[in-house]
């Protein structure tokens, strides 16, 4: 039986007239999926509902940050109290040192950081920084990486660049856009071809560790390592974006799960508990170049907001007590969920790769691995978006992009992930039974 949408569709109707495309991110309108994107009312747990009423389990999770699941009690108490003493003062509170502290414990090639507002923020920050610090001009990023919609780094990104179809973005100048060398993610020849032709240009190489923003795709063995070795020969930074992987898919970090120091680090999503919140950290020598130590300018009225210290604060120090139970569930959970629907994929003769690292996942519809974002272009994404239509419509909320990874909490149970998997299969039965009508 259809779930009623009459409320979402008259939202979402007065909602085109005041935005574009009526939504404030791109991805949210649903344009590369179809159907009608729910307007969200509440959330709690691994669950979100709809101003229609209806009930999703929800494995977008705000793209990564809610680990804990939507309305932790102790995330909405600690906001509380820190709202009742004020939501900005646009000065130094004592709660940024206590976040900053948690934070540079997990992840100790971080020797001094700046709290940003946004991971678009912190990494346009860290790439400014490490220009400042080499005195040298070019970026090396990968193709199907998306650290932001800063200028510089819109070369050939993913997310939703990539599920829209565009191959950067009107208005970044060439002379900004000649600085960046986009090179295919997991390919060590084409990194040591263009150290081996820029190595004195280079100032830093940006990466996703774990790429999210093409889907889930993982390191190759030794590729990160490879990164660390060149840029350390060249005098280059070494920048991790862990914006998504900060406290993901480790307490540390990806940098903790493959033992890699970065000589940077931006971070995001979780450590705002959900709130807006960003920090770009690494060696004290480079953050040295900050002003008002050093030359290097950035700032903000809302860095360090007390609200999101006050939740990042509550969501970094719960991930810190547990992390011993909390990372091993989610790991067995996420591994349950994933290998669920790849088996009842393969049952009904679906073309799929399921492709996870942690709690971070996606299923590719195709047949072959997934390495960079030509392997990853090549999904089914007529297909994906029947996946994604079929899955809402039985109530469970999936990225509405073949290119965006999905997030498991620790909120979600052992029934949500069978609800999931029987929704899967149902929607796979009826993909065989159309294939087998020719239809």
């Known amino acids: 039986m259809s779930r009623p949408k009459q409320k979402s569709r008259s939202i979402q109707a007065l909602a085109e007239k005041l935005f574009p495309g009526g939504v404030n991110s791109p991805v949210r309108g649903f344009r590369a999926v179809g159907g009608e994107p729910p307007i969200v009312a509440r959330a709690k747990g691994s669950k979100l509902w709809d101003a229609d009423g209806n009930e999703y389990i929800d494995y977008v999770g705000s793209w990564g940050p809610m680990i804990l699941g939507h309305a932790h009690p102790e995330i909405v108490e600690a906001v509380r109290r820190a709202t009742e003493n004020g939501t900005s003062f646009g000065a130094s509170t004592q709660a940024e040192l206590e976040l900053a502290e948690l934070v540079i414990e997990a992840f100790p090639s971080i020797q001094m950081m700046r709290f940003v507002s946004s991971g678009t923020e912190a990494t346009m920050s860290a790439i400014r920084l490490a220009r400042a610090f080499t005195g040298r001009k070019y970026i090396v990023k990968f193709e199907g990486c998306y650290h932001g919609h800063a200028d510089s780094l819109l070369v050939k990104a993913g997310s939703g660049v990539a599920t829209l179809g565009i191959p950067g973005s009107a208005g970044v100048l060439e ?32 990466v ?56 940077l680090t931006t971070l995001g999503k979780i450590i705002g508990g959900g709130l807006p919140v960003g920090a770009y ?159």
């Open 281 to 439: 950290g690494g060696r004290a020598e480079i953050m040295r170049m900050v002003a008002p130590l050093g030359p290097m300018y950035q700032a903000g009225t809302l860095s360090g907001n007390p609200l999101a210290m006050a939740a990042g604060i509550a969501t970094v120090r719960r991930l810190k007590k547990d992390r011993m139970s909390i990372y091993p569930a989610l790991e067995r959970n996420s591994a349950t969920l994933v290998d669920g629907i790849t088996k009842t994929a393969t049952a009904n003769e679906i073309e799929m790769r399921s492709q996870r690292v942690g709690s971070m996942f996606t299923w590719f519809f195709q047949a072959a691995e997934v390495h960079d974002w030509s392997d990853a272009a090549k999904s089914d994404t007529a297909r994906f978006a029947q996946f994604h239509s079929s899955m809402l419509e039985q109530g469970t909320y999936l990225p509405p992009s073949q290119f965006e990874a999905a997030f498991l909490s620790t909120a979600h149970a052992s029934e949500d992930i069978v609800r999931t998997v029987e929704a899967a299969s149902v929607t796979f039965k009826s993909f065989k039974e159309k294939l087998a009508a020719g239809r």
């Open 175 to 206: 002379e900004q856009a000649q600085f960046t060398l986009a090179l295919p993610f997991n390919s060590i020849e084409a990194v040591e071809q263009a150290f081996a032709s820029s190595r004195d240009q280079i100032a830093a190489v940006i």
């Open 208 to 263: 996703e560790p774990v790429v999210g923003n093409m889907g889930c795709v993982p390191p190759r063995e030794g590729y990160l390592q490879l990164l660390r070795e060149l840029t350390r020969k060249a005098s280059s930074l070494l920048i991790f974006d862990e914006v998504m992987t900060g406290f993901r898919v480790a307490f540390g970090g990806a940098q903790e799960l493959y033992a890699i120091t970065p000589d």
